[in-house]
C-alpha cells in the first residue's frame, strides 16, 4: 500500500506528522492532492479532545480545496481540475434529507471530523462533494469557500435587510465574514464586538465598527447609536454566557437574533426580556449546496475579498505550531495548511 504525509490528531492537544495508507478512491470518488486546509473552531475543539465524534487518530480538516489526482468512475470530473470541497455527509433517508435539507440530516458527518480530511497530502472524497474552482480564484481563497458559505447560510437565514444595523459579538474569522456577508445583503451598518485587539483591528480594516468589549458594554453603544431603539439584528458568534445576555439586551423590539455559536455549555437566557418585546431567535447550521456555490462566485467576482483574514500560511510538518498559534486570539485568525 502506498503512503502518504497526514498530519493526526493523536489525543488531547497532541497532533504530528506521520506516514499512513494513501486512500484508494472508491467508486465513484475522486483522489484529491490537497493544496490548502484551514484550520477551523471545530478543529480547536478536537485538538482539546472535546468533540464528541472525532476519535484519534485521525487527520483533521474540514475546510480544504486541491486538484484531482485520480478519478474512479464515470464521473463528470477530470484528473488536473481544481476543486473545492463541500465537506458535509448525509444520510439521504432521515426526514430532513427527503425535504431536500441536507445540511440538517439527523446524522450528518464531516469529512476531517467523523473521517479523514485535509491535514494529509491525500483525501478520497464522494465526486457529488466537489465544487470546481475558476480561474480568478486562487487556492488559499477558495480553501475559505466552507467558512464564507456558513456566513452566507447565516445571513440568509437572519433576514438582514437594505439599511439594517446589525451587531456581531464575536470577531473572529466566522463573524468578520458573517459582516462582509450582511453588507453585501444591505446591511448599512456593521458593529462587531470582541476583546480581542488584533481582532478589532481586523474589524476596523474591513469597514466595520470596532468595540472593545473590555472597555464598552455593546448594549450601552448600541442604545447611543440607535437613541436607544437598539439593533435590527444581532448575531451571536461568540458563545459566551456574556453574549447570550448582550444579544437579548442590544436588539430592538421585534428584532432578529441569529446564533451561530455551538455552545459548549447551555446559557441561561432571558426569555422574558425576549417574551416582552416580541424577539426573534434563529439558528444556524452548517449550509446547503446553493450557499456553498454563492461563496464560490462572490470571491471569484471580487464580491468578497478574504485576504485580511489570512495570518498564516504553514507547511505541514509546522501542524502543531498552527494549533499553538490557534490558541492564541492575539496571533491568529484563519491559518492554511499546505500538505
Known amino acids: 500500500m502506498e503512503q502518504m504525509r497526514a498530519g493526526l490528531f493523536l489525543g488531547e492537544k497532541h497532533v504530528d506528522v506521520q506516514l499512513i495508507d494513501r486512500p484508494v478512491p ?80 439527523r446524522t450528518l458527518r464531516l469529512i476531517g471530523i467523523d473521517c479523514n480530511g485535509g491535514f494529509a497530502e491525500f483525501v478520497a472524497v464522494p465526486y457529488h462533494r466537489l465544487h470546481r474552482i475558476s480561474e480568478e480564484l486562487s487556492n488559499a481563497h477558495a480553501a475559505l469557500t466552507e467558512p464564507l458559505a456558513v456566513a452566507v447560510h447565516t445571513v440568509r437565514r437572519s433576514g438582514v435587510k437594505v439599511g439594517d444595523l446589525v451587531v456581531i459579538l464575536g470577531g473572529g474569522p466566522i463573524g468578520l465574514l458573517v459582516g462582509l456577508i450582511a453588507r453585501e445583503a444591505g446591511a448599512s451598518k456593521i458593529v462587531v464586538s470582541d476583546i480581542s485587539p488584533f481582532r478589532l483591528q481586523k474589524a476596523k480594516d474591513l469597514g466595520f465598527t470596532a468595540v472593545d468589549a473590555k472597555v464598552d458594554n455593546i448594549t450601552d453603544v448600541v442604545a447611543k447609536m ?114
Not at 472508491?26 to 465524534?53: N, Q, T
Not at 477530470?78 to 434529507?97: F, I, K, M
Not at 449546496?289 to 495570518?311: C, H, N, W, Y
Request: aromatic share 6%.
Open 226 to 339: 440607535t437613541n436607544g431603539v437598539g439593533a435590527d439584528v444581532v448575531f451571536e458568534v461568540a458563545g459566551t454566557q456574556i453574549t447570550a445576555q448582550q444579544m437579548v439586551e442590544a436588539i430592538k423590539t421585534q428584532g432578529q437574533i441569529c446564533v451561530v455559536s455551538m455552545y459548549k455549555q447551555s446559557p441561561t437566557i432571558n426569555l422574558a426580556s425576549m417574551h416582552f418585546r416580541e424577539l426573534s431567535l434563529t439558528t444556524t447550521r452548517c449550509y446547503s449546496r446553493k450557499d456553498f456555490q454563492t461563496a464560490i462566485e462572490f470571491m471569484a467576482s471580487g464580491k468578497v475579498d478574504v485576504s485580511p483574514l489570512i495570518s498564516h500560511e504553514l507547511e505541514l510538518d509546522q501542524l502543531a505550531d498552527g494549533f499553538k498559534y490557534m490558541e492564541n486570539p492575539e496571533e491568529a485568525l484563519k491559518i492554511l495548511i499546505k500538505p
Open 26 to 105: 472508491k467508486e465513484g470518488e475522486v483522489l484529491l492532492r490537497v493544496s490548502h486546509a484551514g484550520i477551523c473552531g471545530s478543529d480547536m475543539m478536537i485538538y482539546y479532545g472535546k468533540h464528541p465524534r472525532a476519535k484519534a487518530p485521525l487527520a483533521m480538516g474540514h475546510e480544504f480545496c486541491g486538484v484531482i489526482e485520480e478519478v474512479n468512475g464515470d464521473i463528470p470530473f477530470q484528473v488536473g481540475e481544481r476543486v473545492v470541497v463541500e465537506p458535509t455527509l448525509s444520510c439521504g433517508t432521515c426526514d430532513a434529507c427527503t425535504a431536500g435539507q441536507y445540511h440538517v440530516c
